[in-house]
């Protein structure tokens, strides 16, 4: 038993002893690994095949090249780090170890190309529910899919697709969550634009905590397997309403840039294909499905 006890130690989990009572798990600590993570799966076909490594390119590279080879569907790639995390719009995703969640999903949806946007609307639902489950936080989601605590982001992501005319071949769903970094952790130019749960939960309540990344990983795949077979079913539009319900765009003055370059706007609504609709100032409909957009708040734009 001591040579297994020894090896969990090793690992990071602390275990007491007594000679009369045996170990007992003192505390269960944020440990990312395989074999956590399948703990606390609860999914009847995401993450049934997982990939884990303690650093990597982007786990959406390995993803794509898993894809190419034929993988199952819901197969998953974890990784503790990424050297080479992206981000929207050929921006780096930065991908420290030991403090975030870096994760890609394998998706083959009977879909057709133009409804990828509803694919990364629904997955945004779905991580803004699972993480509100697990953290009993405040957070919205700001169009199309960040997630955003006390006017910052949290999660973003990043869905690559492969398609032919009519059909999508698979969908890569990445994932990154700011979990247990503190503020110090990001990089300078971040600080007022990125949070994690760790540090807006010290921000917000005083209380310094730790969240456990392997039973959040398991609880977004969870909400995801749910509204990826809404989508399946073609409840597109109860997808669309969970949308609105946790939207932090609807109803604001917005700043888009776009080919036409950056104007104010209200966002109005959202489409039953994920189009975000606004009015601009001089009485114009827009319907905008991709660009940036920044909501004017109290903090200024985010
Ligand atoms: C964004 O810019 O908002 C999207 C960020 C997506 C980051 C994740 S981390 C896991 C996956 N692998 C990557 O290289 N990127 C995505």
Same mark, same amino acid.
């Given at each position: 038993v001591w040579k297994y006890i020894n090896q969990l130690k090793e690992e990071g989990y602390v275990i007491e002893s007594s000679s009369k009572k045996g170990y007992k798990l003192a505390s269960i600590p944020d440990i990312l690994n395989k074999r956590e993570v399948i703990s606390y799966i609860k999914t009847e076909f995401l993450g049934k095949e997982i990939y884990y490594f303690d650093t990597i390119d982007s786990t959406n590279n390995y993803a794509k090249k898993i894809a190419e080879d034929?993988?199952? *569907?819901g197969t998953v790639v974890i990784s503790d780090c990424q050297i080479a995390g992206k981000g929207r719009r050929g921006r780096e995703w930065a991908s420290l170890a030991g403090k975030g969640i870096y994760m890609s999903v394998v998706l083959k949806p009977l879909l057709e190309p133009s409804q990828m946007q509803l694919i990364t609307l629904a997955a945004s639902v779905a991580v803004a529910e699972a993480l509100k489950e697990q953290t009993g936080m405040d957070l919205g989601i700001k169009w199309p899919n960040d997630i955003i605590l006390d006017a910052r982001k949290l999660c973003g992501i990043l869905t690559e697709m492969t398609c032919e005319t009519d059909k999508i071949n698979y969908v890569i769903l990445g994932l990154g969550v700011n979990v247990n970094?503190?503020? *110090?952790?990001?990089p300078a130019d971040l600080r007022d634009k990125a949070v994690s749960l760790k540090a807006g939960c010290k921000q917000l309540t005083g209380e310094n905590k730790t969240f456990n990344r392997a039973k959040i990983i398991a609880s977004i795949l969870l909400h995801i397997e749910k509204y990826y077979k809404m989508l399946q079913s073609g409840l597109n539009e109860e997808i669309i309403d969970k949308w609105r319900l946790h939207s932090i765009t609807l109803g604001k003055q917005i700043m888009c840039s776009d080919s036409r370059g950056s104007y104010l706007c209200i966002a109005e609504d959202i489409t039953e294909d994920g189009h975000l609709v606004v009015k601009c100032e001089d009485g114009s409909v827009r319907e905008l499905l991709s660009g940036e957009v920044s909501i004017k708040g109290v903090m200024g734009y985010i």
């Open positions: 034929g993988c199952e *569907e970094q503190d503020m *110090e952790d990001f």
